[in-house]
């Protein structure tokens, strides 16, 4: 991948890894405010519904996390932009989309389609 491509990959992973740290702190400092604003034993248990919710939040955003992490580290490697699965180059447009993906549409739409034959089986 050219330079000028390279950077502005790099530039929009950053600001999603920014983002990313972001919202993990400030969940954080809800649900310690939440926390002491309802005494009720009801409201407790609307929260800790509400916790469970914001915890799986919280999971999908660290694994979202990790993946932008993998990916800044293929800028830095060079490898950034190949599928994992045939080191084809992978599309700029489903790079836009997608920058943390580590396969091609190729490979993505191959693998989707044997999981599907496997669900039907
Ligand atoms: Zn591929």
Redesign the pocket.
């Known amino acids: 991948m050219e330079p000028k491509n390279l950077d502005h990959f790099k530039n929009k992973l950053l600001e999603m890894k920014a983002d990313l740290q972001e919202e993990s702190s400030s969940t954080m400092q809800e649900m310690k405010v939440e926390g002491s604003l309802f005494p009720d034993p009801n409201d407790r248990a609307t929260l800790e519904n509400d916790r469970g919710i914001v915890l799986r939040i919280r999971d999908r955003e660290r694994k979202l996390l990790t993946k932008v992490e993998e990916a800044l580290d293929r800028v830095e490697e060079g490898t950034f932009g190949l599928?994992?699965?045939?080191?084809?180059v992978?599309g700029r447009a489903r790079l836009d989309i997608r920058p943390v993906t580590t396969?091609?549409i190729?490979?993505?739409e191959e693998m989707e389609a044997s999981e599907n034959e496997k669900k039907i089986l």
């Open positions: 599928c994992e699965r045939c080191e084809e992978i396969f091609c190729n490979c993505k």
